[in-house]
């Protein structure tokens, strides 16, 4: 693969190594204006290089070789949102938690936690389970989600994520 110009190839290296990153964040993060970012995408995608995926208000990138499959690219999307990211972060930690623990524990009103919550039930990321006018969530397959941290833990930027994936990896060793 050859991409001749340096903002092309950075925009590329981002996107490879932050799977899922959307507009926005690569605007930020390589600060490029709008327009020359626009272009410079547009480019990537017509070469095959990477493709978009339109992800409810946001348009996120994959490198076109990425080897995630579809159910994976659904968790990176979550992840890649900070609140849901720190939501599946605390279930990772506290299966069964209810809306009340997570709310305290992400410091989010209870609405806020609950859609976001509502958001990962549906798309099947978290499981509820009711029981009389309690909800308890848990993460549905809470490996997979693991292993996209880990793999990813640098694309974060988010020290709960270093903290989390440090506190995974001893409680593996030990």
Same mark, same amino acid.
């Given at each position: 693969?050859?991409?001749? #110009? $340096?903002?092309?190839?950075?925009? &590329? $290296?981002?996107?490879?190594?932050?799977?899922?990153?959307?507009?926005?964040e690569i605007e930020r993060r390589l600060k490029?204006?709008?327009?020359?970012?626009?272009?410079?995408? %547009?480019? #990537?995608?017509? @070469?095959?290089?990477?493709?978009?995926?339109?992800?409810?208000? &946001?348009?996120? &990138?994959?490198?076109? /070789?990425?080897?995630?499959?579809?159910? /994976?690219? @659904?968790?990176?999307?979550?992840?890649?949102?900070? *609140?849901?990211?720190?939501?599946?972060?605390?279930?990772?930690?506290?299966?069964? =938690?209810?809306?009340? /623990?997570?709310?305290?524990?992400?410091?989010?009103?209870?609405? *806020?936690?609950?859609? %976001?919550?509502?958001? #990962?039930?549906?798309?099947?990321?978290?499981?509820?389970? @009711?029981?009389? !006018?309690?909800?308890?969530?848990?993460? @549905?397959?809470?490996?997979?989600?693991?292993?996209?941290?880990? *793999?990813?833990?640098?694309?974060?930027?988010? !020290?709960?994520?270093?903290?989390?994936?440090? =506190?995974?990896?001893? =409680?593996?060793?030990?």
């Amino acid at each position: 693969m050859e991409i001749d #110009l $340096e903002t092309r190839r950075r925009i &590329y $290296e981002l996107i490879r190594t932050s799977p899922g990153i959307h507009f926005r964040e690569i605007e930020r993060r390589l600060k490029i204006a709008v327009g020359n970012l626009q272009y410079h995408l %547009h480019y #990537l995608e017509k @070469k095959n290089l990477v493709r978009s995926e339109q992800d409810g208000e &946001y348009i996120r &990138y994959f490198p076109k /070789d990425c080897r995630l499959d579809e159910a /994976d690219r @659904k968790i990176l999307s979550f992840l890649r949102r900070r *609140t849901s990211r720190r939501i599946l972060i605390h279930l990772l930690s506290n299966p069964g =938690a209810n809306n009340k /623990d997570i709310s305290r524990s992400v410091n989010l009103s209870p609405s *806020t936690v609950s859609w %976001h919550l509502n958001k #990962l039930v549906e798309v099947g990321i978290v499981e509820r389970k @009711k029981e009389g !006018r309690e909800s308890y969530f848990k993460v @549905k397959d809470p490996e997979r989600v693991v292993r996209l941290i880990i *793999t990813y833990k640098e694309s974060f930027l988010d !020290r709960l994520v270093e903290g989390f994936v440090e =506190a995974w990896e001893r =409680a593996e060793m030990g």
